[in-house]
């Protein structure tokens, strides 16, 4: 999937995935795809429900090797 912007959370476990995706999400103009990319597995829960919490789009996500690699629209500033 193509994404306007990436942040590399491997190496980091909760709550820094979803801590970072929120401060790169801030940045991003409404409309906008974050790519995410983590190892730590409990990202494929935390993720889903943090959108649905704030209401931006989960796009869905990748395993490649150990890497997961997932997707968010921003729907709101």
Request: hydrophobic share 35%.
């Amino acid at each position: 999937m193509k994404s306007d912007s990436t942040i590399d959370c491997v190496g980091l476990y909760c709550p820094m995935p979803i801590a970072k995706t929120a401060m790169k999400m801030k940045q991003l103009k409404v409309g906008e795809i974050l790519e995410i990319v983590a190892d730590d597995k409990g990202i494929k829960m935390d993720l889903p429900a943090w959108c649905k919490t704030t209401g931006h789009e989960f796009l869905g996500m990748e395993e490649k090797g150990t890497e997961i690699h997932l997707y968010v629209r921003k729907k709101h500033d």
